[in-house]
């Protein structure tokens, strides 16, 4: 019992770690040797917990992610604008973590796993976003609503590549503005 609690203890730090890193500098600051560093363990064990460290940048925007959900459940009680609000309120209340968020989507490799984490994530984001509009609008097909949702998508995520090139754009006011154009 005592090596699994001193597993979990070491694997926290190693998400703290990595948490705080990317917080202080971004992507450029969490190298495998600064995470490895600040939670005070050596790579091996890293290894033991985690594929690569791109599984960690993960696991910490995911859970920033997970942190405004509005159907946290997934009951099927969130509507499209609660997915956008969510959404906007990502970047807005964690803002370095969702230019790493964008940067790393952009910048994986394929042999890690970490592309197919993207591509998975993104389809459930689809499939949520497309069953909130099925239950907001009744005459829409799955295949319609799939549609939409994958515009809807690819509008915010198009918003939110400009937004990590420049800080001073207006990711929210877009936001919205595209919600109510494609949803």
Request: aromatic residues 8%.
């Amino acid at each position: 019992m005592a090596r699994y609690e001193a597993g979990i203890r070491t694997e926290a730090r190693i998400v703290d770690a990595t948490r705080s890193l990317l917080a202080e500098g971004g992507l450029e600051a969490a190298t495998l040797a600064a995470i490895c560093d600040r939670a005070d363990v050596k790579a091996g064990s890293f290894y033991n917990l985690f594929d690569s460290k791109e599984a960690v940048v993960l696991r910490v925007v995911r859970e920033a992610i997970d942190a405004v959900d509005p159907d946290p459940e997934q009951a099927g009680t969130d509507t499209t604008q609660d997915l956008v609000d969510a959404y906007i309120r990502f970047f807005e209340e964690q803002p370095e973590l969702a230019r790493v968020y964008v940067l790393t989507a952009l910048q994986v490799e394929g042999a890690n796993g970490a592309r197919r984490r993207f591509l998975r994530h993104h389809e459930r984001r689809v499939e949520r976003f497309a069953d909130a509009m099925r239950r907001g609008d009744s005459t829409l097909s799955t295949d319609e609503a799939t549609v939409q949702a994958e515009l809807l998508l690819g509008a915010l995520d198009g918003l939110a590549f400009r937004w990590s090139l420049d800080k001073a754009f207006a990711f929210a006011d877009y936001a919205r503005r595209a919600a109510k154009a494609l949803s």
